[in-house]
């Protein structure tokens, strides 16, 4: 097995016969990259697998880095929740201190300074308000830095992403496989476009990069659905969706496509 540290597994060459060195190779090599582009890495491989072995062992990797994920996530939570009570307990201390001083020495504690607001003459009346000047546009990523936008998508080396949170499911399945919402053209950002073709093909588009081949819906449940790919070389992945406001939701990937046409 090769790997491309620009373009990531190689999806036309095969497992070898030691998948033990194959699986510490993946690992390995995902250690050093982003989450969301680790868990896409293993969805990929896991669809690969040409054992059921290889196939569980990657499944356990995945769960083992989603917990991992989860666990980060939940210990900078209670990190923020510590630090806040500890500056809330300092601030009662040094304000409870103060006041208690100023009340021992017989002294009366100084009233709130009230706060007169004068009326805004004619010539400021046509002046914006916080609200007509809060909304803040996406600006290019050229940079490859991250950029928020007014409603908490950000920009990701030229890809939109969301902070919303959806379902996101890829073992659901059922009858309904209506496309209905989906067909036509698709951009995010400045660096990526997608194609869902009606005749069941796509293409794509990513830092200059072009691909192709099909697609199907295998679950749909109103505006959320799971979409089977699968690539020139035969390799298959599913990757679930939603219709959020107009905007198509990558769920896995956080990836907020824009209809072009």
């Known amino acids: 097995m090769s790997y491309d540290p620009n373009l990531g597994y190689d999806p036309n060459n095969n497992f070898s016969n030691d998948y033990h060195t194959d699986l510490a190779m993946i690992s390995a090599t995902i250690a050093n990259e982003k989450y969301q582009d680790r868990i896409m890495t293993l969805r990929i491989e896991i669809a690969k697998a040409p054992t059921p072995a290889i196939r569980s062992a990657l499944q356990q990797i995945l769960e083992?880095?989603?917990?991992?994920?989860?666990?980060?996530?939940?210990?900078?939570l209670v990190v923020l929740i510590v630090l806040a009570a500890v500056v809330g307990?300092?601030?009662?201390?040094?304000?409870?201190?103060?006041?208690?001083?100023?009340?021992?020495?017989?002294q009366n504690p100084k009233p709130a300074t009230q706060v007169v607001t004068s009326t805004s003459d004619s010539s400021e009346s046509n002046?914006?308000?916080?609200?007509?000047?809060?909304?803040?546009?996406?600006d290019t990523d050229t940079n490859g830095?991250?950029?928020?936008?007014?409603?908490?998508?950000?920009?990701?080396?030229?890809?939109?992403?969301t902070t919303k949170t959806y379902p996101s499911n890829t073992a659901m399945r059922n009858s309904d496989t209506s496309t209905n919402g989906?067909?036509?053209?698709?951009?995010?950002?400045?660096a990526t476009s997608f194609g869902f073709n009606n005749d069941g093909t796509y293409t794509?588009?990513?830092?200059?990069?072009?691909?192709?081949?099909?697609w199907k819906?295998?679950?749909?449940?109103?505006?959320?659905?799971?979409?089977?790919?699968?690539?020139?070389s035969g390799h298959n992945v599913v990757e679930p969706f939603v219709i959020d406001n107009g905007n198509l939701i990558e769920t896995n990937l956080k990836i907020k496509w824009d209809r072009v046409n």
């Open 64 to 76: 083992d880095e989603q917990r991992k994920h989860r666990n980060q996530q939940i210990s900078m």
């Open 89 to 106: 307990i300092i601030y009662l201390y040094f304000y409870s201190s103060s006041y208690s001083s100023t009340v021992s020495s017989g």
């Open 127 to 138: 002046s914006p308000s916080i609200d007509d000047t809060s909304h803040v546009e996406s």
């Open 145 to 161: 830095t991250v950029t928020e936008t007014n409603n908490g998508d950000y920009s990701d080396n030229g890809v939109i992403k």
């Open 182 to 190: 989906i067909l036509g053209q698709w951009q995010s950002g400045n």
């Open 204 to 214: 794509s588009s990513s830092n200059g990069k072009n691909t192709s081949g099909t």
């Open 217 to 232: 819906v295998v679950y749909r449940e109103g505006n959320i659905f799971n979409i089977q790919f699968t690539d020139s």
